[in-house]
């Protein structure tokens, strides 16, 4: 395709972009500059907070944008600039810790942006590994909720492990019980297996931080690709003008969008070439 300034590459990150040492191939920064001569905008899209990011990039990763928390924060990189941010309010609060308690659903809450690392914990149930390892990885940030209280004003979201055979059904359980909050399910970056249920305000989703992005930018949806490996990234890869699936996602997602080599093999970079040649 013809490309010019009007034109974004919007990728996510662990999966994606990283491989499973949390690095960059060369081949894939390249491209990331390739990009940036070419006046094409470059943005990362992930499920991490800013604190997280900031423990695998450092402030010269070659970016453009930084979409983090899912979309619930977009930085313009360069200069590490906040751009917007959105949490949920005490009524949705109060809301969804009565529905996730009532399920009996281990899950945590986060604090608002920037500190949205740090979170009280709720154990109602004897639960998932996944959960206690997500504890242990965040011990300095994390303390524990008192049972049946949470008086906040603000929250980032929230946070609830599951199994993955429940994940499907309890999903659109909870998209009914929550509507209009945006419920995204993604894999858990820790075991690789179990899932992570995230609740966020209504207009948090990869998808809209790249419609923010692209209108601020005066990018059109054709002119924009996408790249991912989750169930977090469907929405996203669905809006761009042209999305594609690394190899090590899930089939599900590979059966409904193009698929290029995986993350290990630098797939962002073969995803770029293909549209870039369209």
């Known amino acids: 395709m013809e490309t010019d300034s009007r034109s974004m590459v919007i990728s996510d990150l662990d999966g994606t972009l990283l491989n499973r040492e949390r690095r960059i191939s060369r081949r894939d920064r390249k491209t990331l500059h390739l990009l940036a001569r070419r006046g094409i905008v470059r943005v990362v899209a992930t499920g991490r907070s800013l604190y997280s990011v900031h423990r695998v990039l450092p402030p010269d990763f070659p970016i453009d944008y930084l979409v983090f928390s899912s979309g619930a924060g977009i930085m313009a990189w360069p200069g590490q600039d906040l751009l917007c941010s959105h949490s949920l309010g005490r009524r949705e609060i109060q809301r969804v810790f009565s529905v996730l308690s009532a399920r009996k659903l281990n899950f945590m809450v986060h604090r608002p942006i920037p500190d949205n690392h740090e979170f009280l914990y709720f154990r109602n149930n004897s639960g998932n590994p996944d959960f206690l390892a997500r504890l242990r990885l965040y011990r300095q940030f994390a303390a ?135």
């Open 144 to 278: 524990p909720g008192q049972p049946g209280v949470l008086d906040w004003e603000e929250a980032c979201q929230f946070l609830a492990v599951v199994y993955p055979e429940a994940s499907v059904a309890l999903v659109a359980e909870l998209c009914r019980e929550l509507s209009p909050l945006q419920v995204i399910r993604t894999t858990s970056p820790l075991d690789m297996s179990s899932t992570w249920l995230e609740i966020f305000p209504p207009q948090v989703s990869k998808s809209q931080a790249g419609a923010w992005l692209a209108e601020r930018l005066h990018i059109g949806r054709d002119a924009v690709m996408a790249v991912g490996n989750d169930y977090n990234d469907h929405d996203l890869l669905h809006w761009a003008g042209s999305g594609f699936v690394v190899a090590n996602a899930p089939g599900e997602l590979r059966r409904h969008l193009p698929s290029v080599a995986s993350h290990r093999k630098s797939g962002f970079s073969e995803a770029v070439k293909r549209w870039l040649q369209a």
